[in-house]
């Protein structure tokens, strides 16, 4: 599905991405971890077109993405910090990404799922950060699109709307598609993801399933096997 | 493009802004054809006013619309969109509303006043073609300062100082050459001075087609000899032509390479 080969990117002098090589099969939950500043959003963004790599390639379905906008028709994107413009009603607004995209979507289940309708005549500037995540999170899942990208998506949800959010990511992977997901709640990975990519450093650090990565640092607990990681004493 | 050009105009159309500017013209269109109680002195008061503060507006306006939309730009950029017809459609949305605003605020007014059938209405018309290039010219200026400058107050910054720089200090820095070079022959490089701003060049365009060129003395001749004439009226336009093409060029250019 997705293929990133030795992928450079820096803003400034500051170097994000490093040599990144990553392929991405057909299928399944990916979760993209690393410590902050890791270059976890600029991966994501430079998968998505919207920032330039310096070196290196990213190929979706085979084709190189490089000044191409329309295999973005085939990814929904969740971007980490809902922003959306202020002065539009969220009826409006997902009626506008509608327009743009020109694709059947379900968006009436969705609102009706995280109980959106009392807040679709309400401007997006007035919405609590929770409410918009959840907006945001309707935007995404409403189209059917063999390719998702969650950027943080469990920001401000409640505890309801989370096991709501697991519940969908579930039904999309059932589906067939490939699902890639970063996040800082390990717990929430730990439930979702069939495989982890761990960066650090521009690089990617570690990859497989978290069985391995729990053999592979001999620790028992997903979250201690992830800071283990960091400390390469821990692995001797 | 025409999608986010829609939507582009459709917000600016809602802003309160924008009735703000359209309500402005139609009160100085009515105000002025009040006191001068004559199209043609109306014209020419008129015409101070647009070569100031059209780029004015049109500068202001671009740059607070391109940071005030950045969710909106960030939101687009992940949709199945080319880069390049969202910061198009963008420009043209805001340059469109500001236009229809100069447009319907001063052709309301003036047409109320019976401009068919004055022989006015060939100056009025060159008036709304200029004003119109001004705002296309400012707003794609704006743009590309606005792109550049992840820093809003350094971007506002530029943006006022470009018009600062075009309206007031080009024309003092073109007087005092003038009067630096005075022994020397100054026909050609007045004319490319000109030629070299949009402000200083709808401004003689449009003083030149009123026939009032006398009050500019020796150049006003020499002008009058290149203006007046047909190919100085289609070079001239090509020149504002050029003018609103090479930043929205740059613009559409320089938003390829760009990272969100």
Redesign the interface.
Known sequence: MIQLEKLHKK?GRNQVLSGVDLSIGDGGIYAVLGPNGSGKTTLI?SI?????PHAGNVLVSGKNVR?D?????N?D?L?QIA??????KVRELIR??K???QKPSDEDNLVQLFALEPFLDKKLRTLSGGTRQKVNVVLTFMFDSPLIILDEPTTGLDPAALIRLKGLIQREKEKGKTILITSHILQFVEEVADEIVYLLEGKVYFRGSIEQLKNKTGQIDFEHAIAALTTPTANA | ML?ILK?SFY?LI??RWSYVYFLFYLALGFVLLFLNNDLSKAIITLMNVIIVLVPLIGTIFGVMYFYN????T??????????SSIFLGQYFGVAGSLTLSLVLGLGIPFMLYGLFKSDAIWNFSLLLVTGAFLTLIFTALAFNIALSNENKIKGFGYAVLLWLFMAVIYDGLFLMSLIVFEEYPLDTFSLTATMFNPIDLSRTLILLKLDISALLGYTGAIFKRFFGTHTGLVVSVSVLLLWTVLPVWRLSAKA?????
């Open positions: 803003f963004k998505l077109g919207m920032v330039v000044n906008w329309r295999y973005r028709q990814i994107y971007p922003s959306f413009p202020g002065n539009l506008m990404i327009d743009l995209r | 999608k939507y917000d809602r802003s939309s950045k969710e909106f960030e939101l687009l950029l992940a949709q199945p969109l080319k880069r390829k390479r760009k990272d969100f």
